[in-house]
């Protein structure tokens, strides 16, 4: 794929991850995974007999089941130390679409900026959270190559799935990697993405783009409100039905957003099933902004 990195596509394609999760092998000498993926005996034996007996290091983006599983067999079978943010969260999961690895535990954990030695080249630590709270990607230093989990996906946007997903840090996440100027991007899931500058703008133009369809379609504060599957049969309109029920959880994300900002209100953010209103935004007081002067 570049000078230096290989891929191997773990065998568990699917709606969530696409021909299935990437594991990238960097580095000449010495060898760093990225991504191991799930727990898959048939996937173990790939990553081994293409690292042979190089591999020093097992890096995580995420702690999510379809990334961080297989780290642990990777470790016994190479005394590798396993490398990431950090453990999952202790929260509650959403059905399964956001499940964490409770297994997960780092040998080192690393943060925004940290970099990895790995001899004939290194890794830069960016700390991208949104999709979960212990996400990270990793640059392969000088050369503008961003390996980016589950924070930005080929030939799909990233469901942002709450509790731990959080659609306002996300999109904070997706500028903050628009201003590194990556020249590649080695997603988690699916090709390498060749234009990531113009991927970036077009994930920020969609997130915000639903937020406003979201906003759009809530009914007014003081009525009984509308639950999020109702919303998403109206937004949704040109995304097939079997999708839905995964919309939902990103309809969810925007709904809490649009929360902490005073824009939606419902009587329990923390339920998926629980019904949303429009908060209209506090109306100026009267005669404020009329004194002197001319302005515009």
């Not at 290989?6 to 060898?31: F, K, Q, S």
């Amino acid at each position: 794929m570049a000078e230096g990195v290989r891929r191997i596509v773990a065998p568990n394609p699917g709606i969530m991850t696409g021909p299935g999760t990437n594991t990238y092998l960097i580095g000449t000498d010495r060898l760093a995974v990225i991504d191991p993926g799930p727990d898959d005996p048939a996937h173990l034996a790939a990553v081994l007999e293409a690292g042979r007996d190089r591999i020093g290091w097992i890096l995580v983006t995420h702690s999510h089941i379809d990334h961080s599983p297989l780290a642990a067999g990777l470790h016994r079978s190479t005394g590798a130390p396993v490398i990431g943010f950090g453990p999952p969260p202790r929260l509650v999961g959403t059905g399964g679409l956001d499940a964490h690895d409770g297994t997960f535990s780092p040998d080192r954990r690393l943060t925004d900026g940290d970099r990895l030695d790995l001899g004939d080249c290194a890794l830069e630590a960016v700390y991208t959270p949104g999709h979960t709270s212990n996400h990270l990607c990793f640059e392969l230093a000088g050369t503008g190559l961003l390996f980016s989990g589950d924070h930005v996906m080929s030939g799909s946007t990233v469901v942002i799935a709450p509790p731990d997903g959080d659609m306002a840090v996300y999109m904070e996440s997706l500028e903050k990697v628009r201003g590194r100027d990556p020249r590649r991007i080695g997603p988690g899931h699916g090709a390498m993405i060749e234009d990531p500058v113009a991927v970036l703008d077009s994930y920020l133009r969609h997130r915000i783009e639903r937020e406003i369809q979201v906003l759009a379609a809530l009914p007014p504060g003081g009525g009984p409100g509308e639950r999020i599957e109702t919303l998403v049969g109206a937004i949704y309109v040109d995304v097939p039905a079997a999708l839905h029920p995964v919309a939902r959880y990103s309809v969810w994300a925007h709904l809490r957003k649009l929360a902490a900002e005073g824009l939606a209100a419902s009587p329990d953010p923390d339920d998926i099933e629980a019904p949303w209103t429009a908060s209209p935004p506090a109306r100026p007081r009267p005669g404020a902004g009329d004194g002197g002067g001319g302005g515009e």
